[in-house]
């Protein structure tokens, strides 16, 4: 299985029954997952940047043609109102691509240390916002090394999970990162740190922690998709743009 493949499989298995799943027009790959799990997983609904609900369509037309997604949706949401249904905690589920993330679910998307200085990034975006409001985040990134995953994000863009407790006594709707998806694995939060849950095909435990930044524990469960899945993905995304997330690996 490609690489970017199992990154979507990954990432769809996240969403759970209801879920409002919102997601850029410029990630392919999270747009993918989205679609795949709106439709495998009963009653979820996809939020497209503002677009409401866009019928099954090839990914790659709303790449290059943002504006035709907007007469395939149920409607569309300004930014005033996308902003009103964060804050209210509408949305359960977003997929995030950092440029690190850290031991305590911390997310980087502003600057990076280099050995020449700092590196400064896209910025901030709704990441601070998105880490506070939105259900659950799932962080993806094709990369799986100690430059990615590090012990301590070189600047907070959005917020993790320590202290233990703090976004409850804050009554905040947003539980942080509850899942990264690498091209090696799967790496779910689970008492106080993350724990290597799948392994992408051909990757050992050994080489999931050799390129981990911080430590690990592990419940790795043996799964594959469904035979369906393939159809399924060749319908959503028959040019493999979801590749240009994950350097289009095998």
Known sequence: MRVADWMVW????????????VVGVATPLALCAAFVARATVPGVRVMVGGAVDPEPHDIAETLYDP?????????????????????????????????????SGQI???RVTTPGGSRWLAGPLAIPDITAAVGRLAAY?????????????????????????????????????????????????????????SL?????????????????????????????????LESIDPSRVRDLEAGGGH
Not at 11 to 17: E, G, K
Not at 76 to 102: K, Y
């Open 10 to 21: 990954r990432l769809s298995c996240q969403a759970v029954p209801g879920d409002v799943i």
């Open 141 to 197: 990134r094709a990369e799986h090394s100690q430059r990615v995953l590090v012990p301590q994000v070189d600047h907070v863009t959005g917020s993790g999970q320590q202290p233990a407790g703090w976004r409850q006594d804050y009554r905040l709707a947003g539980h942080g990162v509850q899942t990264i998806v690498t091209s090696q694995a799967e790496m779910a939060w689970n008492d106080g740190q993350y724990e290597v849950t």
């Open 67 to 103: 504006a035709s997604l907007p007469a395939r949706s149920h409607g569309v949401l300004g930014q005033e109102a996308l902003l009103s249904h964060l804050q209210r905690g509408t949305f359960t589920l977003q997929f995030v691509s950092p440029a690190q993330i850290d031991a």
């Open 108 to 110: 980087n998307t502003v």
């Open 200 to 232: 992408a095909p051909g990757t050992s435990l050994a080489d999931v922690r050799a390129g981990c930044g911080f430590a690990l524990s592990d419940a790795v469960e043996a799964a594959s998709p469904p035979d369906s899945f393939g159809e399924l």
